[in-house]
């Protein structure tokens, strides 16, 4: 949530904090801001610059640009409406200080009432708008040590914060800190950067420092320097991330998130064969867990679900999962099981403190995560990475087939272990996913019908989406990405759940997809569609290639190419997905940015 940038070195800063932030915008976009040093004439004032709406209302805005140092940031309103005064930077009321803040300050009340009787005024109705007062009293007490304000003020700081500060007496320093919200910093020759996270940076560098929660740095052209907030240095190693400009551009799609399901292929095999590596870093003592608990939010969960049947068939051990928001408010149980947190951007604030209670309790805790250096990695024992390559869409494609699968690999990996499958079962596992990513290309060369049922889907206002066992996530995500992006309402079910009450809601507007594999679950499947259809509501069947029998019970069908119908999770996500897609853009939808969200969700 909220995006932030900064940079200071021998470039025009005003061009690196708008290409950075433009690139950090799936993190927040309902208004966005800059703040620079001025170098050329009214040399020393700080320009602030603020707009409501997307970053290219903000450029349009920009007049010139003469500075060497700034900061920038666009929002995902937690506190008062999107405008331009609630827009980031903020000030002091002498305009010495700018600020730019990702997160949440718990206590910025109290702050504000003990501020406002020494006389300080508020202009905007967010609780970041305290942090440069508060820098600003701070300073003057201290003798102008800007670090050391800092320092000062975070620490009296309740809730999460990345903020970068930026004071007019100091063209030549950033200072920054972080607790709970994500903050890097990158280097190149003579210059400086931080920002919310990597993609934004990749145009300048790929060496990078991920900060820690409860570190505060200083960064300038010259080199960068790091201390905990609760005193003492800090010495990081600089991490090469390899990711490329390219992957982060949109490289002749419409949108991030067309480009993002057309990488499938690509995604699915870097899954699969970087696994390898990973296989060795699994500790023996994972293999004697007894009982599987899997925590995540929204499209991780519907992968932590998938993952479920798939522990539980290849492990034989039961498995739970839960999504991360409410794992932390249950009651804890005297089972000991093996924690598994599914985040791809590892930045999901309540997965994140789901594994710090997990480790609190002493219990073993593996992460499943995209990004290279994010803060899930240091809340688990062990990481394991995905290996999509970045996804900028808001609404996951990629990265979840990518998840499925690690289900995929690690439930399999994990039994075999364990002993309850056997070698050859294991590599039939593996075989039977190469053949999956062949039946994604499949789909990828064909979206012909996916797109014209789309235009026909698109008229709807209201739909379900129907699965049995592995398929019943796939259908909860199905539904999900629906929603999303199209805004059409629609709801995953069980299909055989619908009977118990929501069918009331069905009629000939009402369209059902259904989804289809060839397993024990398939008789039942067409037993509820027929329910639907005899209630008038139009099915989409999603079914394997080569079922005729289907086309008894509906005219309706997309086809995917064959696999095992304990796969078929993947193409038939990539088929929804593609469904999704199609159905947004002929809405017209801005698919990349839905309204109300954010790709990453650091607020609780
Ligand atoms: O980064 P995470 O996987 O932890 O994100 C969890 C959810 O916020 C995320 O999956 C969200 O539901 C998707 N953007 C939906 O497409």
């Known amino acids: 949530m909220c995006g932030i940038v900064g940079y200071v070195g021998h470039r025009e800063a005003t061009d690196v904090l708008i290409e950075a932030l433009k690139r950090l915008e799936y993190r927040g976009y309902d208004s966005s801001g800059l703040a620079t040093l001025s170098t050329g004439r009214g040399k020393g004032r700080l320009r602030v610059l603020k707009s409501p709406g997307y970053i290219s209302a903000l450029e349009k ?38 600020v730019v803040h990702n997160g949440i300050i718990d206590n910025h009340l109290a702050l504000k009432r003990e501020l406002a009787r020494k006389g300080h005024e508020f202009l905007s109705q967010t609780d970041t708008e305290v942090i440069p007062h508060l820098i600003s009293e701070e300073y003057r007490h201290n003798g102008g040590n800007l670090f050391e304000a800092v320092r000062e003020v975070v620490k009296r700081l309740k809730g ?141 969960y519907h992968a932590g679900m998938v993952g479920r049947y798939l522990f539980e068939k290849f492990t034989g051990l039961p498995t739970i999962v839960s999504m991360a928001s409410e794992y932390r408010f249950a009651d804890a149980t005297s089972d000991d099981p093996l924690m598994i947190f599914i985040t791809q951007s590892g930045e999901t604030l309540d997965t994140i403190m789901a594994a710090r209670e997990a480790r609190s309790r002493g219990l073993k805790t593996v992460a499943i995560t995209n990004v290279v250096g994010s803060t899930i990695t240091r809340e688990t024992d062990l990481t394991l990475y995905m290996r999509s390559g970045p996804e900028i869409g808001v609404a996951a494609s990629k990265t979840f087939t990518s998840q499925l699968m690690m289900m995929y690999l690690f439930s399999s ?90 069918l009331a809601l069905l009629t000939e507007k009402t369209p059902i997809v259904a989804l289809v594999a060839g397993d024990h679950t398939y008789e039942k499947m067409l037993g509820n569609i027929g329910e ?25 069908v997309l086809h ?23 159905t947004a853009d002929h809405r017209g939808c801005p698919i990349d940015k839905p309204r109300n969200l954010a790709k990453s969700v650091t607020v609780e």
């Not at 929002?75 to 409406?81: D, E, M, N, Y």
């Not at 331009?84 to 305009?95: F, K, R, T, Y």
């Not at 639907?532 to 309706?556: F, H, K, L, M, Q």
């Open 160 to 300: 999460s914060y990345a903020i970068v500060v930026l004071h007019r007496d100091h063209p030549d320093i950033l200072v920054c800190a972080r607790e709970k919200s994500p903050l890097v910093l990158g280097t190149g020759v003579n210059e400086g950067f931080i920002a919310s996270d990597v993609t934004a940076l990749l145009r300048y560098t790929n060496r990078f420092i991920f900060m820690e929660d409860g570190e505060i740095a200083k960064v300038a052209a010259d080199g960068i320097h790091i201390e905990k907030i609760s005193g003492g240095t800090v010495a990081h190693e600089w991490t090469r991330v390899d990711w490329s400009l390219e992957d982060a551009e949109k490289g002749g799609f419409k949108h991030f998130m067309i480009k993002e399901i057309f990488e499938q292929p690509r995604s699915l095999h870097q899954s699969q064969t970087g696994w390898r590596s990973d296989e060795n870093s699994i500790p023996a003592d994972l293999a004697t867990a007894r009982i599987i608990r899997i925590v995540a939010c929204g499209t991780s």
């Open 560 to 582: 995917y190419p064959r696999v095992d119908p304990l796969f078929s999770p993947i193409p038939i996500s990539v088929l929804l997905q593609l469904l999704a897609y199609y």
């Open 61 to 98: 805005r920009i007049k010139t640009g003469s500075s060497r140092i700034g900061i920038s940031h666009t929002r995902w309103a937690t506190h008062g409406v999107p405008n331009e005064v609630n827009a980031h930077p903020h000030m002091d009321g002498e305009q010495n200080v700018a």
């Open 413 to 502: 990996y994990l039994g075999y272990r364990m002993g309850y499958i056997k070698r050859d079962d294991l590599n039939s596992i593996k075989e039977h996913l190469r053949h999956t990513i062949r039946s994604v290309e499949g789909i990828l060369n064909n979206t012909g019908p996916i797109r014209e049922m789309a235009e026909w889907f698109s008229g709807s206002s209201s739909a379900f989406f129907l699965g049995r066992y592995v398929n019943y996530p796939a259908a909860l995500e199905g539904a999900l990405k629906m929603k999303e992006i199209s805004y059409i309402h629609s709801e995953g079910y069980p299909a055989g759940e619908l009977k118990h009450g929501p």
């Open 532 to 556: 639907c259809s005899a209630r008038g509501s139009p099915v989409v069947a999603i079914a394997p290639d080569g079922d005729v029998e289907i086309g008894r019970y509906t005219d309706r």
